[in-house]
């Protein structure tokens, strides 16, 4: 079955340091992942997308990066901003259009 | 653009009850998606739709219906309305053709209870 792991389940910072998401996956076959912002009440906004032949992929202070081999991929956040308190969701698709695999999330909270 | 927008965005149902959810988007997108989010848990696919006239199911498809007359819109249909189909339905949508490196643009979904 395809699954996707995110860890932490959730994460609390300071604003200003940085932090690093983790992603782990099991599809197959693998076409590309994508991490997603969810603000609270909000539906989810894309930040980044990578096909397999990438490895990193940069949003301005979201960098993601992305090991085929070992199935995984990390989302860094830099300097973060009370703003970037949300939910980070990773999703990883097959070549089937229609079936994607979302992750449970990780629950940013950023403090000042 | 609007994007993709869904009505309503607030629904309490009896039991037994069914209804609509609504989803148009006004970007031109052959994909739409309907997606179900359970508190702490990732979105699962309900059903997707590839073009006007051809849907298929998801992941979790009991329960539900769906059509697609149009590019525009995707709306979703709850029958018998249950207690386990308490949760929020996002739509979505990505095209105008599939490629790789493309997103899905959500709505900001509809907060369904079921009492």
């Known amino acids: 079955k395809n699954q996707v792991e995110q860890s932490p389940q959730s994460l609390i910072i300071l604003e200003g340091k940085n932090c690093t998401l983790q992603?782990?996956?099991?599809?197959?076959?693998?076409?590309?992942l994508r991490w997603y912002k969810q603000d609270t009440g909000r539906g989810p906004v894309s930040l980044t997308i990578?096909?397999?032949?990438?490895n990193t992929k940069s949003n301005g202070r979201y960098t993601a990066t992305l090991d085929a081999d070992t199935k995984q991929s990390s989302l860094h956040i830099t300097a973060s901003q009370l703003s970037d308190s949300a939910s980070y969701i990773c999703?990883?698709?097959?070549?089937?259009?229609?079936?994607?695999?979302f992750g449970d999330g990780t629950t940013l909270t950023v403090k000042p | 653009n609007a994007g993709v927008t869904q009505t309503p965005k607030f629904r309490i149902l009896k039991i037994g009850q069914s209804m609509t959810l609504q989803c148009t988007q006004d970007?031109?997108?052959?994909?739409m998606y309907w997606y179900r989010q359970d508190p702490g848990m990732g979105l699962k696919l309900i059903y997707y739709?590839?073009?006007?006239?051809?849907?298929d199911k998801g992941e979790v498809p009991n329960g539900y219906n769906v059509s697609r007359s149009t590019t525009e819109d995707f709306p979703l249909r709850l029958e018998l309305a249950a207690p386990s189909q308490t949760s929020v339905y996002f739509c979505?949508?990505?095209?105008?053709?599939?490629?790789?490196?493309?997103?899905?643009?959500f709505g900001d979904g509809t907060r369904l209870s079921i009492l």
């Open positions: 979505a949508s990505s095209g105008p053709f599939f490629r790789e490196d493309q997103p899905q643009h």
């Open positions: 992603c782990n996956y099991t599809v197959s076959p693998f076409s590309n």
């Open positions: 970007m031109n997108h052959n994909y």
């Open positions: 990578m096909t397999f032949s990438e």
């Open positions: 999703v990883v698709s097959p070549t089937n259009a229609g079936k994607s695999t």
């Open positions: 739709s590839v073009g006007a006239g051809i849907t």
